[in-house]
């Protein structure tokens, strides 16, 4: 079964505010989304093609691809609040799977 | 500032006709400028053609960073000026970054970012067709994005820094709000343009001016003020004052006008390369002297190029017969053109343009612009006066003897307002009117000015028939030819001109007045009245 979140992150590097991103986000996801989320790390500096396909202009940017709508949001993800209101967790940290209407 | 920067900068050909003259060269070589101005001013075309130039003219292949509109879009925009951006990315020497907004979502806020993914897009664009050019348009579109947060040019340094160390030459676009206010909207050339250009789209009087400054090039000459510039089928061109000729030897050789007894009133005739300027109400003669100089031409084995603003080709050959000249035989010889528009097809600078063109084509030794004045009627007095500098400056650079007619506003004479502008960069000035004179209508003709020689100072009533023009003898009673000169003078007329400077008023002074020996003017004057003019 295909997992309902799905997202994709683009870092630079290993630069510190990258480095963030991917344990915030991680740590996030394993909290309220444990088993139900596939995650690529995108690195644009060694992968700028894929920065192109995706218009990525700033890092951090994660892409919320699944569900839709798509969401873009840009940072160290360092603001959870922010984070989780726009992928639209709200609800998820009981296991209650509902999209944001 | 560092050593590099103290040298003097290397330059690139710019692509945009008339900019390399004015910028000494192009555009400073693997550095970035900014190229600001209002919306619609002409960025984008700029920048496009900044890329298309490099690879048709210098095989330099060139990324375009495009933030507002997309890469679809440009494409559409720009093919019109045949910038066939398609076939250039097939062939790897043209590649879009496509930084444009994504309509389909709003990006949320968590947290500090960079810039590190667009920078790695530029790189790998730069890399994969080995550009030497780059443009990012523009700026502001980009930034638009981070409002409110401070890093943004802390991220456009990094931007900057990144291109020049790529060793590429940048034309960044930024937006202005007004055309002359201090700064672009974010202020941007303030703190990162080493190099700045301001395109300029100005209403005045009810008309589009176009014009281009380079404000500042570090470490690199340029020339000062604004140039005009117009958007053609071919893309941006500007128009550099063209004032170029000072230096150049002034020719002793002297020309028949084509009437004998005018040639005579000029001490045996006009100066090759000095531009005349003959003045006159309607029907007073002036189509008539401009056949005779196309006629005399000819009889010298000159080619005469004829721009004719107020009549139709067949008309102005049919006149031309009327007075004995058979201008259909000149042409075929290919001694002749005659080239005829409406004024109002195009404005003043691409009339300028399009009298280039056709004198880089036809070569002519000979010009003539009947009239002059009929331009007027698509300008203001301040481009007009700009236009009348560059025209007279290119056509004495390319040593083509000129004859300029001007049509005066009323029937009986009287100057028009531009024609001050006119006296100030012409050589000779031949003023036609018509006169009551016991209850007829006659007309008459005098030499008002000459530079660099004696010319006769009377009043010659004259007469036209089959045969052309054959001057009286002096009239000795007043013929009140002359009682409107006085209004020739930049000081009565241009009195809200601010740019007229005072020494400009005094020369003037000595040249319009016909009395005393004021017309034993120099060489010297067309210097004085150039640089003023600027």
Not at chain 1, 25 to 51: N, Q
Not at chain 1, 69 to 83: E, F, H, K, M, Y
Not at chain 2, 136 to 156: I, K, N, Q, T
């Amino acid at each position: 079964m295909m997992p309902s979140f799905h997202f994709e992150l683009y870092v630079a590097g290993d630069a510190p505010r990258s480095r963030t991103a991917v344990r915030s986000l991680t740590e996030l996801c394993e909290e309220r989304l444990s088993g139900r989320y596939e995650l690529d790390v995108i690195d644009v500096l060694a992968h700028p093609e894929r920065a192109e396909q995706a218009k990525i202009l700033a890092t951090p940017t994660l892409l919320r691809l699944r569900p839709a709508p798509r969401v873009r949001i840009v940072g160290d993800l360092s603001l959870t609040a922010n984070v989780v209101a726009g992928l639209g967790l709200d609800g998820e940290d009981e296991g209650d799977e509902r999209d944001d209407a | 500032m560092t050593k590099m920067e103290r040298k003097r900068a290397e330059k690139v050909p710019s692509g945009i006709p008339g900019l390399d003259l004015v910028s000494k060269g192009g555009l400073p070589s693997a550095r970035s400028v900014v190229v600001a101005g209002t919306s619609g001013s002409g960025k984008t075309v700029f920048g496009a053609q900044f890329l298309a130039a490099g690879i048709t003219e210098m095989g330099e292949p060139g990324v375009f960073v495009t933030c507002e509109e997309s890469p679809e879009d440009i494409r559409a925009n720009i093919a019109s000026f045949g910038w066939d951006v398609p076939r250039w990315e097939e062939e790897g020497t043209w590649r879009f970054v496509d930084a444009s907004r994504n309509l389909d979502d709003v990006p949320v806020r968590a947290g500090g970012y960079d810039l590190a993914a667009l920078l790695a897009r530029i790189e790998d664009a730069v890399a994969r067709v080995g550009a030497k050019r780059v443009v990012v348009d523009s700026l502001d579109a980009l930034f638009s994005r981070f409002e409110g947060d401070a890093a943004f040019r802390h991220e456009l340094h990094r931007v900057i820094g990144l291109l020049n160390s790529l060793g590429v030459t940048t034309v960044l676009t930024a937006e202005r709000d007004s055309d002359y206010g201090a700064n672009s909207r974010r202020g941007v050339e303030e703190f990162v343009a080493d190099n700045l250009i301001l395109l300029r789209n100005v209403l005045s009087s009810e008309r589009r001016r176009r014009t281009l400054e380079i404000v500042k090039f570090r470490g690199a000459t340029h020339d000062k003020g604004e140039f005009g510039f117009s958007i053609t089928p071919k893309g941006i061109s500007v128009i550099p004052h063209l004032d170029i000729g000072h230096d150049r030897v002034m020719s002793n050789d002297r020309l028949s006008i084509g009437n004998p007894d005018v040639d005579a009133m000029c001490d045996g005739g006009i100066f090759r390369d000095s531009v005349m300027l003959v003045s006159g109400a309607a029907g007073t003669g002036k189509t008539l002297l401009t056949a005779a100089f196309v006629d005399s031409a000819a009889r010298d084995g000159e080619r005469c190029l004829v721009f004719s603003f107020e009549e139709r080709r067949e008309q102005w050959f049919r006149n031309a017969k009327g007075w004995g000249y058979d201008f259909h035989q000149l042409e075929q010889d290919g001694l002749l053109k005659v080239v005829s528009d409406y004024p109002e097809v195009a404005t003043l600078e691409d009339h300028l343009l399009a009298i280039t063109a056709e004198v880089e084509t036809f070569k002519p030794q000979r010009i003539a612009i009947d009239s002059l004045s009929a331009l007027e009627r698509v300008a203001t007095p301040d481009s007009f006066r700009k236009f009348a500098v560059s025209l007279s400056a290119y056509l004495k650079h390319h040593g083509i003897t000129s004859l300029l007619t001007s049509t005066t506003p009323t029937f009986l004479g009287g100057a028009s307002p531009n024609e001050a502008h006119l006296s100030t960069v012409t050589d000779l000035i031949i003023l036609l009117r018509h006169t009551e004179i016991g209850g007829e209508l006659r007309r008459g003709l005098t030499v008002l000015k000459m530079r660099g020689s004696r010319h006769d100072h009377g009043v010659r009533e004259f007469t036209v028939d089959e045969n052309g023009m054959t001057l009286g003898a002096p009239y000795e009673t007043p013929f009140g030819l002359t009682k409107e000169i006085g209004v020739l003078r930049p000081s009565t007329l241009d009195v809200t001109d601010a740019e007229v400077d005072e020494d400009e008023d005094a020369e003037e002074d000595a040249d319009a007045n016909p009395d005393g020996e004021a017309n034993a003017d120099t060489g010297e004057g067309p210097d004085t009245d150039e640089d003023s003019w600027r």
